[in-house]
Each structure stands twice: as structure tokens, then as C-alpha cells.
């Protein structure tokens, strides 16, 4: 019989174990009830274990202790098997054996159901919570941020659902999540289609949403749109976004130089900061040298913290033209300026405004270091920028006025241009 009943609770545990973790991998039943028949069936089929271990190790201690066969009550002629198992101390060994079988049967079951624990923790809670019609806006909205951590292939057919919630809050938040899944092994061009259907359909702040989802995915065919929006705001004066600049950094199209281009003249310098920077992502775009133009034409009349943002810029754009426009912003500088410090922009992507942060304009510099860093990306290589670069720098290592660690970084980047050159070419 106990053989039967090991068995018996044993295949119920399984049972439970696949048909829990399929049901709510589905997005159905009531985890409550689910849960109580899950953990409920495996502390039976751990209980069952533990009787039938009882018997093999300690020759049934604890059910001859649930008998009242105790050592006090053995016989003379007793078993000596059954003598020395009614001396065993059961009450005490039998709990630690329930809880290591109950423990072998949760790691083996959870085995067998694919790790259906974790996926819960990770993935199937918060889906719950979204799916849930007792869920607040905020509890959906929270449950959203969890799952836009979860960079795995289950979680976005979840925010594509969410897509279509009904409520445009979660539908917006479900679009900013999906953008984040860039580098999600499933993420590909047929990802994108819900999202575009959004942007036909969806009420104005989850089409916006899904505007930038789309261009921080690269998806180049959306960039009229988001330029479009861009220009819409910059047209109207109000609060400008700044993540479709951000987005239009991520999308490198060369069609978007123009609206760039306004945003370098916004009075807001982060705007002007950023504007710099997303030119600075053009070039691989083959516009680079367009995009070089506008931030060398900005930078003279710049404020001092826009200044940063495009020397920062022009030394990404690499285009050795520029050391010109780099020596020229530096003299016109007083030394107090030159130690300005070039701070960091931050973006929250996320529809709050507090999450999903990304950094940009790194590293945090004195504008004195930026211009040199900004310069040896460029390197001067042909003569008749070298025949200006060369004596500028010679003169900065010269100054009296000159920092340390500027003079130490001219001094290196010269250094570099005259090993490199090759007057014979």
C-alpha cells in the first residue's frame, strides 16, 4: 500500500506541476487556486517520499511511533529489526526527512516544468497583473517596467497584448516597453508591425509612444514621422520632447539635418546639447560632413555648455576639416572658460520621466580636454592642416596659462601627428 500511495502522490505532483505551469504560461486560471492545488500536491507527494524513506532508513520508526510501538512496550520475543526500529527517535527524524523530501520533490518538479518558478517571479506575475481586471492603471503601468527588464522572448507577445489594453496609458507604456527590447533574440522587422499599427490607430500619446519605441528600433521608415512631430513642437513653442531628438539619433537618417538643425537654436541648451549630439550620430550616415557644417556654423555664438556638446560631436564625426573650427573655439575662450566643465546629458526614456536612463556626451570633461580629445579623433593627416594644427599646439604646450593635463595631452597628440605624417605623400 505504501508503494501505491508513493506512486499515486508522486504522479498527482506531476500532473500539477505541468498542468499549473501550462495554465498560467497561457494566461489563464486563478493563481491562488492554482497555486494551492501546485505546492499543495508536491507537499503530499514530499510527505508520501518521506513514509516510504522512513521505512528503508529507519525500518518505519515514525509510523511504528504513530502505532505506539514504543521501546517501552517491546517484547522478548519481538523482531530484532522491529525492536531496534521501535528504539529509533521518529518524532525527530521523521520532520527533517519530510523537509528534504519535500525539498528533492520542488527541485525535480520544477526540473520537469521548465523552471515554471522563476518564469513566474520573472515574467508570469507581472503578466498576470497586466491581464487582471482588478488591476489599477498603476499596478499595470508597474508591471510593465518589471517586464521591460526581462529581455526574453516570452515577454513580448505580453507587451503586444498590451498593446491593445484598451486604456491608453498601458498601451503607451507597452510601447515604450516593446522599443526597449531592442536586443531581444526574438526582436525583428516582424516585431514592428503592432507598433506601426499604433501609430495609425492609436489615441495621440500612444501614437507618440510608439513613434520613438520606433526609431530607438531603428526602424528608418518611421523617421519622416518622427521629424515630422519634432517639427511640430518646435513649431508651436510648447515643451519639446526630448527623446524624438533622442530617436532621431538612434534612426541616422540625413533627412532629419534640418530639424536638427532648429533644435541647435532652441533657446533650451538641453535641446541645443542634445541636437549636438544626435548630428553626431550621422556619421555613418554619409552626412556626416553635412552634419559637421551645421554644429562648426553653431559653435561661435554657442552658449558654453552647447560649446561642450559640439566640440564632443565634431571629435565623433572624425572629419579632419574641423580642427579648424576646434583651435578657433578654444582661443576664444578665456582660461576660466577653457575650465568649464562638459557635463553629461541624461535621457529617461521611459513615459515617466524617471526610468530607463541613458547617458550621453561621455565622458564628463574641462573643455580644455574635450578640444584635445575632440582633436586627436580627427587627427590632422593632410599638410595644410597639419601646417596650422602643428604650430597651434605647439603654442598651447607653451603657454604659461595652460593646465597641466592639457598641456600633457597637446603635447601627446603632437606627438602623434609628426610620428604619423609622411611629407612625401
Known amino acids: 500500500m505504501l508503494w501505491l500511495a508513493v506512486v499515486s502522490t508522486n504522479l498527482i505532483g506531476l500532473f500539477a506541476a505541468f498542468y499549473v505551469s501550462a495554465t498560467l504560461r497561457a494566461g489563464g486560471g486563478n ?13 503530499l507527494a514530499g510527505v508520501a517520499d518521506a513514509m516510504w524513506l522512513d521505512e528503508l532508513v529507519f525500518k518505519g520508526s515514525f509510523r511504528r511511533s504513530l502505532q505506539g510501538k514504543t521501546g517501552r512496550f517491546a517484547g522478548k520475543k519481538d523482531d530484532v529489526d522491529e525492536m531496534a526500529a521501535s528504539l ?13 523530501c519535500a525539498a528533492v520533490t520542488y527541485g525535480v518538479f520544477n526540473l520537469v516544468n521548465r523552471g515554471f518558478d522563476n518564469w513566474w517571479k520573472d515574467v508570469g506575475e507581472h503578466a498576470h497583473v497586466l491581464r487582471s481586471s482588478a488591476s489599477t492603471p498603476a499596478e499595470q503601468q508597474q508591471a510593465i517596467l518589471q517586464l521591460s527588464q ?9 507587451l503586444e497584448e498590451a498593446l491593445l489594453d484598451g486604456d491608453p496609458e498601458v498601451e503607451a507604456w507597452a510601447a515604450w516597453a516593446i522599443g526597449r527590447h531592442k536586443q531581444n533574440e526574438v526582436m525583428n522587422i516582424n516585431r514592428v508591425p503592432a507598433l506601426i499599427e499604433r501609430v495609425r490607430n492609436g489615441a495621440p500619446q500612444v501614437r507618440h509612444e510608439a513613434l520613438i519605441a520606433l526609431a530607438r528600433l531603428q526602424h528608418q521608415a518611421i523617421a519622416d514621422e518622427v521629424q515630422a512631430e519634432l517639427a511640430a513642437q518646435l513649431d508651436s513653442g510648447e515643451a519639446i520632447d526630448v527623446r524624438l531628438i533622442w530617436g532621431l539619433g538612434y534612426l541616422q537618417v540625413g533627412e532629419s539635418l534640418p530639424v536638427l538643425d532648429r533644435a541647435l537654436y532652441h533657446p533650451d541648451e538641453t535641446i541645443q546639447r542634445l541636437a549636438a549630439w544626435a548630428l553626431s550620430q550621422q556619421r555613418d550616415s554619409g552626412k556626416g560632413r553635412e552634419a559637421a557644417d551645421l554644429l562648426e556654423q553653431r559653435l561661435p555664438a554657442a552658449p558654453l555648455a552647447t560649446k561642450c556638446a559640439i566640440v564632443h560631436s565634431l571629435g565623433v564625426l572624425a572629419d579632419e576639416r574641423s580642427n579648424l573650427a576646434l583651435m578657433h573655439a578654444y582661443d576664444g575662450l578665456s582660461a576660466d572658460q577653457r575650465e568649464f566643465v562638459c557635463e553629461r546629458v541624461t535621457v529617461y526614456a521611459c513615459p515617466d520621466g524617471e526610468n530607463d536612463r541613458e547617458d550621453l556626451l561621455l565622458p564628463t570633461e574641462r573643455f580644455g580636454m574635450k578640444t584635445m580629445q575632440a582633436l586627436g579623433a580627427m587627427r590632422a593627416t593632410t599638410p ?11 603654442a598651447v604646450i607653451a603657454a604659461p596659462g595652460t593646465p597641466v593635463i592639457t598641456r600633457e595631452s597637446a603635447q601627446s597628440l603632437l606627438s602623434g601627428i609628426r610620428t604619423q605624417r609622411d611629407d612625401r605623400t
Open 31 to 43: 493563481p491562488d487556486v492554482l497555486f494551492l492545488f501546485y505546492y499543495g500536491a508536491m507537499l
Open 88 to 100: 529509533q527517535r521518529g518524532s525527530i527524524s521523521f520532520p527533517v526527512v519530510v523537509i528534504v
Open 150 to 158: 526581462r529581455i526574453r522572448p516570452e515577454v513580448l507577445p505580453i
Open 384 to 394: 595644410h592642416i597639419r601646417a596650422e594644427v602643428e604650430p597651434w599646439l605647439e
